[in-house]
């Protein structure tokens, strides 16, 4: 690890502790116990609280930064006001962040959760629920939060894996639980008055989950989705069987975020270098490819699972005939993808960052994560 890893991950455990001993506070932070604060914030910032406050990003006030000259400069809306642009989005192409300013929320005294197993038979029903809490024609609750993944459990059968999470009373909870109640899960369990800090464990995002888990290859390729294709998620629910089913890859699984975007729209996206597409599209949807020998057969055979579940999963954008064009979060992306399938189609912006690369960076150093150029 090195120590700019070091420094955000020491940042984020001061973060989360802040967090977690002071009830009564809250800020936008990611929804996994070991990832760092500032590194999703640098290329957006997705959170359980998004769509009240928006992205990370959204909240940052202020940065202290280290060019790759070594010079140390403070970076804010007033003070070197194109590169505060710049960072916010794709801000791994251009320093080291040392410190940083957020801002801060009252947190609500109490959350309340709903964990929901569904079989493959629910598939259908659950996809075109999920599709009608986020379709435009809905005012979605800014504060439910609903987040999926497909995994396999003990018993072997792949399922999908629901939390619903709502600040309030287990009334208000269960106003926006019924629909996936009436679905029929095959298991359900309510983990009732939760503070903002116990959340992540709560919902298996916690340090022992498997998203954080220590020791193990992890292959990441991000789908960002303006609505769940049925058939392209029963296409992938069939992949994901056969991954599953390779003794190489048994805890692999697949990430079903449907985070909420409302006040995430609320914000100018020319105000900041985050693709436009990012604010349009609800759903996160990234498969996992997890092993432990990582010799060159298993991490083909990896890439070639994580592709064959991407390329079902955007069946929706493909048949749009060229109106909806794929889209990578950049945090997510494999490096496989192209600058504008990660940094977004609008020229002004790839020509401005481009622009400003040149001139913080002209050298370009910084770039072993997702590079600009």
């Known amino acids: 690890m090195n120590s700019s890893s070091r420094a955000s991950k020491q940042v984020f455990g001061l973060l989360f502790s802040f967090a977690k001993n002071s009830p009564n506070i809250t800020l936008v932070t990611g929804i996994c116990e070991c990832v760092s604060a500032i590194g999703p914030l640098l290329g957006g910032g997705h959170s359980l609280l998004q769509s009240q406050y928006g992205f990370a990003l959204d909240n940052l006030i202020s940065v202290r930064l280290v060019l790759a000259d070594g010079t140390i400069v403070d970076v804010s809306r007033t003070r070197n006001a194109d590169l505060?642009?710049?960072?916010r989005g794709a801000g791994h192409n251009f320093g080291v962040v040392t410190s940083f300013?957020?801002?801060l929320y009252d947190a609500p005294p109490q959350y309340q959760l709903y964990s929901l197993l569904f079989q493959q038979d629910k598939l259908e029903p659950l996809f075109n629920l999920i599709n009608e809490i986020d379709s435009p024609?809905?005012?979605?609750d800014p504060k439910l939060f609903i987040n999926g993944v497909l995994t396999r459990i003990p018993s072997g059968a792949a399922v999908f894996n629901y939390t619903i999470i709502y600040p309030g009373t287990k009334a208000q909870l269960e106003a926006h639980a019924k629909p996936f109640l009436d679905i029929g899960p095959s298991f359900t369990k309510y983990v009732p008055d939760l503070n903002y800090g116990n959340i992540y464990v709560a919902f298996g995002q916690g340090k022992s989950s498997g998203p954080c888990m220590k020791n193990t290859n992890q292959g990441l390729m991000g789908v960002a989705l303006p609505k769940w294709d049925i058939e392209g998620m029963k296409k992938a629910y069939t992949?994901?069987?056969?991954?599953t089913a390779d003794p190489r890859f048994p805890y692999s699984f697949i990430l079903l975020e449907n985070y909420g975007i409302v006040n995430v729209k609320t914000v100018d996206p020319d105000s900041v270098s985050l693709p436009r597409e990012e604010r349009e599209r609800p759903i996160l949807a990234s498969p996992v490819i997890t092993y432990r020998v990582a010799n060159d057969q298993t991490k083909n055979d990896a890439s070639d699972y994580?592709?064959?579940?991407?390329?079902?999963?955007?069946m929706a954008v493909d048949a749009s005939n060229g109106k909806v064009k794929r889209h990578a979060y950049v945090n997510y992306a494999s490096g496989l993808e192209s600058v504008p399938e990660i940094y977004g189609y609008e020229q002004w912006k790839i020509d401005k960052l481009k622009k400003l690369k040149k001139k913080w960076d002209p050298n370009n150093r910084f770039r072993f994560y997702n590079p600009l150029v």
């Open 137 to 140: 024609t809905r005012a979605r």
């Open 101 to 103: 300013k957020v801002k």
């Open 306 to 314: 994580s592709s064959r579940i991407k390329d079902a999963l955007y």
């Open 239 to 243: 992949i994901y069987q056969n991954l």
């Open 84 to 87: 505060f642009w710049a960072l």
